[in-house]
């Protein structure tokens, strides 16, 4: 919890400040006992860590991400691998989250969304718009184990996290994305994408 903490608070290299407290015992000349304790204080030496050193180095010993996990159902003979390849996209997408690069992870949600609408076959034209893909997606492949409203808002999700999550893949000059943007936009897509899998399995 404290590794989450700094790193949502992190910008670049991290900065990190130690103080030292200490206490002194003084001794008799004469007799060796103590005497008194005497406080003493260290000023804060500050330093910072590299970003490519804390993300490649020390994140990863310190566990952080790896308490996080997804389930993606890909037996019982499906034709499911191109779920793999969500799985790959998703595993692509936090890598760029932990290194601070929003519109990365972002673009990779991106793409996680489409490789899932290219694990089954669709009746509608390749060349067709994204949200109409969706839709044959969830009526063809998910309608028989979803309800109407469960359809709509799983649609519905997909639709607007794709909308989004394409201004990765056409940045602007100025940051389109923040921290808490891709955070949230990587976990919506890997709660979709493990929905998915276990309605297709």
Same mark, same amino acid.
Request: aromatic share 6%.
């Given at each position: 919890?404290?590794?989450?903490?700094?790193?949502r608070?992190?910008?670049?290299?991290?900065?990190?400040?130690?103080?030292?407290?200490?206490?002194?015992?003084?001794h008799?000349?004469?007799?060796?006992?103590v005497?008194?304790?005497?406080?003493?204080?260290?000023?804060?030496?500050?330093?910072?860590?590299?970003?490519?050193?804390?993300?490649e180095?020390?994140?990863?010993?310190?566990?952080?991400?790896?308490?996080?996990?997804?389930?993606?159902r890909?037996?019982?003979?499906?034709?499911?691998?191109?779920?793999?390849?969500a799985?790959?996209?998703?595993?692509?997408?936090?890598?760029?989250?932990?290194?601070?690069?929003?519109?990365?992870?972002?673009?990779?949600?991106?793409?996680?969304?489409?490789?899932?609408?290219?694990?089954?076959?669709?009746? !509608?034209?390749?060349?067709? /718009?994204?949200?109409?893909? =969706? @839709?044959? %997606?969830? &009526? +063809?492949?998910?309608?028989?184990?979803?309800g109407?409203k469960?359809?709509?808002?799983?649609?519905?999700?997909?639709?607007?996290?794709?909308? !989004?999550?394409?201004?990765? /893949?056409?940045?602007?000059? =100025? @940051?389109? %994305?923040? &921290? +808490?943007?891709?955070?949230?936009?990587?976990?919506?897509?890997?709660?979709i994408?493990?929905?998915?899998?276990?309605?297709?399995?």
């Amino acid at each position: 919890m404290t590794v989450e903490r700094i790193e949502r608070a992190r910008e670049g290299n991290l900065c990190v400040a130690l103080e030292f407290d200490g206490i002194i015992a003084v001794h008799s000349p004469k007799t060796g006992s103590v005497e008194r304790f005497e406080r003493t204080r260290i000023q804060a030496m500050s330093f910072a860590i590299p970003t490519s050193q804390w993300v490649e180095q020390l994140l990863p010993q310190l566990g952080y991400g790896s308490l996080e996990l997804i389930e993606v159902r890909l037996s019982n003979g499906l034709r499911a691998e191109n779920l793999a390849k969500a799985v790959e996209e998703i595993r692509e997408a936090r890598k760029y989250l932990v290194a601070g690069d929003w519109e990365k992870a972002v673009a990779h949600c991106r793409n996680t969304l489409e490789t899932v609408l290219s694990s089954r076959q669709l009746q !509608v034209p390749a060349t067709s /718009a994204f949200r109409m893909k =969706v @839709d044959e %997606f969830v &009526r +063809d492949h998910l309608g028989s184990k979803l309800g109407g409203k469960q359809s709509k808002l799983l649609a519905e999700e997909m639709k607007l996290l794709w909308e !989004v999550s394409s201004q990765a /893949a056409h940045p602007t000059p =100025v @940051d389109s %994305f923040h &921290r +808490d943007d891709a955070d949230f936009i990587v976990r919506n897509t890997t709660a979709i994408v493990e929905y998915v899998s276990r309605l297709l399995a």
